[in-house]
């Protein structure tokens, strides 16, 4: 079974790491997350809530990675 790590370094902040039981899962934490940091909703349509995580990502020493990794790897 396969489990997913949200990992974040925003410059400023301590590194978050994150498991997940789905990429969903993570990828509705890396949505709260840059919801949380904004003050913003995130928009409903995919493409655009997409957009603006890269758009918050898009800074010196700040980025995000969700990987699938074996169940007993953490």
Known sequence: MTRYVLFIRDHGAADTLDFHPDQ???????????????????PSDPHAAEMAIASYFDRDRTFFAIAGVPAGAN
């Open 24 to 42: 969903k899962s993570a990828q509705r934490a890396l949505q709260d997350y840059v919801t949380e940091k904004t003050g913003q909703t995130m």
